[in-house]
């Protein structure tokens, strides 16, 4: 059982370990890349990080999880991640989900939940399910809020961008038109 003082170190790594992957989903952000960020931690160090890439590597698999995880792997020396835990600022999706089952990552904490395609107990469970041969302990909320706000309004501001665009489009096909009149 975990000491208050062994209690509270876990909290303030984990809190400090989410932050440093909020941070990395702000780089997303001002990418134009959905913003969510990773870090998969050993031994209280971070050995992998990454940030959504997929528009810019025009990479359907660029997600922050499988970065961060590669990068992991690469510093182990390893294919399986035993022991590491992954911070992640959204819930997995399934791929991602699949993938920390397949390294066997320890531990999963994620800010806020994916109702759409979230894997770690919203739509799915992958990483806690009796026919596979590997579960992950999940946690989820810690910088729920922060989280959550950076997904809806770049969200929003997209919607807003392609509305913007739609509209441009719309007035410059109607100057054609009455120009060929």
């Not at 975990?2 to 001002?30: I, Y």
């Not at 499988?66 to 022991?83: D, E």
């Not at 997995?92 to 904490?109: D, T």
Request: with cysteine; hydrophobic share 35%; net charge neutral.
């Amino acid at each position: 059982m975990l000491t208050t003082q062994e209690t509270k170190k876990n909290t303030d790594n984990d809190s400090s370990f989410m932050q440093r992957a909020f941070e990395l989903a702000q780089q997303a952000e001002q990418q134009d890349e959905i913003p969510v960020g990773a870090v998969v931690v050993y031994q209280d160090k971070i050995i992998g990080e990454g940030f959504n890439q997929s528009i810019s590597l025009n990479d359907p698999s660029a997600h922050a999880e499988m970065i961060a995880i590669r990068q992991a792997a690469s510093h182990l020396n390893n294919y399986r991640l035993l022991n590491c835990t992954l911070y992640v600022t959204l819930e997995p999706c399934p791929m991602c989900a699949g993938l920390l089952v397949h390294s066997r990552i320890n531990r999963l904490v994620f800010a806020t939940s994916d109702l759409k395609t979230g894997c770690a107990g919203s739509v799915f469970n992958l990483v806690d399910n009796e026919k596979l041969n590997h579960k992950i302990t999940v946690e989820q909320g810690l910088l729920s809020t922060e989280c959550s706000e950076l997904l809806s309004s770049f969200f929003k501001r997209r919607r807003k961008e392609k509305k913007a665009l739609k509209k441009l489009i719309k007035s410059q096909d109607e100057q054609r038109d009455n120009i060929s009149e």
